[in-house]
């Protein structure tokens, strides 16, 4: 086997089969750091009640769902309340747009056949797919999942939706800050030759703390010149790109040993 990772070291974002990450980088002849920062993502059951009363009550012309988990958590808070009906009926009289096959499937396991269907699994590829749609003064539903999505608020407001109205059934506490601290020394210090993200969240959690801190720039500009940014896949590559990392390494299978072994294979090619 290579040994493309000899003398490399690198930072896994990640919180979960960390030692399974750490195990294949090793074995790749380097050595890594668990750097978490993806923080904690939680059912915000509070939240969808009022949430659901408001998308009855301003009936949205179009229904933009961007999980499948998200799906069936928003129409569980729904049966609860004795609405699920209601609010299907709803879905099947607007027009519905969704990113992603377990949303594509979610939809269809309501008897919902969406207008509009990405062509990449990503965002973007979303938003190619919308550009065609007729939203001006439209009033628009956008179930996200832990976090917001500026670039699809802005998109929907650029093309003319009167109102966006943001669905978030879950919730995301942000990772611990001493841990974000310490990779962004870390990051500037030059102790990484590579950081594996492995969810978009991992990404927004890094820049939002660096941004609070005035060092985006600074971090933007290590990604740039000397940190390879690592991506175990499309979702979590167009929220680096988002963040204005240009440069990133990530597999076509996306796993997360595949992912390492591709990093290991760029190093082989590339130092």
Known sequence: MAKGLANKHVAVAASRKTEEMIEIIERQGGTAAVR???????????????????????????????TGIGVKSLMGAAEEMGQKEMLTKHLKQADVAVRGYKTFNAMKELGVIPAVRDDDGTTRGLMRELSGEDLEQKNVMVQLHGVRSP??????????????????????????????????????????????????????????????????????????????????????????????????????NERMGAMIVALSKYMEETT
């Open 36 to 66: 978490s920062l993806q923080g904690t993502v939680f059912p915000a059951e509070d939240a969808l009640k009022p949430s659901i009363e408001e998308i009855l009550s301003s009936k949205p012309n179009w229904y933009i769902f961007t």
């Open 151 to 252: 670039v699809l608020y802005d998109f929907l407001k650029q093309k003319g939706a009167a109102h966006v109205q943001e669905v978030l059934p879950y919730q995301h506490v942000e990772p611990d800050s001493q841990t974000v601290q310490l990779l962004c020394t870390e990051l500037k210090n030059g102790t990484y030759q590579a950081v594996c993200f492995t969810t978009a969240i991992q990404v927004h959690s890094l820049f939002r703390f660096a941004e609070k801190h005035q060092w985006a720039e600074d971090i933007r500009a290590v990604f740039a010149d000397q940190t390879t940014a690592v991506s175990v896949g499309k979702v979590t590559t167009e929220a680096l790109h988002e963040e204005g990392i240009d440069n990133v390494v990530a597999p076509e």
